[in-house]
């Protein structure tokens, strides 16, 4: 795919993702000091150097640029971890479900569930770190809201296990 295909797409899913920055970062802006057009600016500064990635359609682009998302939040959350000493530990939590979970454990859980089911991580990743709902889940990926629930329900079950409860 030429490069102006790959930043028509990019541009086409650049608001949603600023939308899913702004719901991600809610809570936790004052501790990262970032803004979500920072952080999508980062995603988005992340999908072009993967010159070699075909991009089969939009929903391809959003996915891709939402694990992206999830990584520039990660990164940013480190880098100002190893700056300071004590700082809190910065949670996520899917919307209306649930207490908060730890980003680090969640982060990591994800990567594992990756290598097991990336339907099911790629459900726990918009959920949690994108914070779409089902209806806005089986939209992007052109998938029914019934599969998506099955998965987000599984998925939930797997991770509650995998952390602890």
Do not use: C
Not at 22 to 30: D, I, Q, S, T
Not at 75 to 93: E, F
Not at 98 to 110: K, Q, T
Request: no cysteine; glycine share 6%; charged share 30%.
């Amino acid at each position: 795919m030429s490069h102006p295909d790959r930043d028509a797409l990019l541009a086409s899913v650049y608001d949603e993702l600023r939308r899913a920055a702004a719901r991600m970062l809610g809570r936790e802006r004052n501790y990262l000091t970032l803004q979500a057009t920072e952080l999508v600016n980062e995603a988005a500064m992340r999908v072009m150097q993967l010159d070699r990635m075909e991009w089969a359609d939009r929903r391809h682009m959003f996915a891709t640029a939402s694990r992206l998302l999830r990584q520039a939040m990660i990164d940013a959350i480190r880098k100002r971890r190893a700056g300071k000493r004590q700082l809190p530990h910065v949670t996520l939590g899917a919307p209306d479900e649930g207490p908060p979970v730890d980003i680090d454990l969640l982060d990591g859980a994800l990567t594992r569930l990756e290598a097991i089911s990336p339907e099911l991580a790629q459900v726990v990743e918009q959920r949690y770190f994108v914070g779409l709902s089902i209806p806005e889940i089986a939209a992007v990926s052109g998938q029914s809201e019934r599969t998506i629930s099955r998965r987000w329900q599984t998925a939930r079950a797997w991770l509650s296990q995998e952390l602890g409860g």
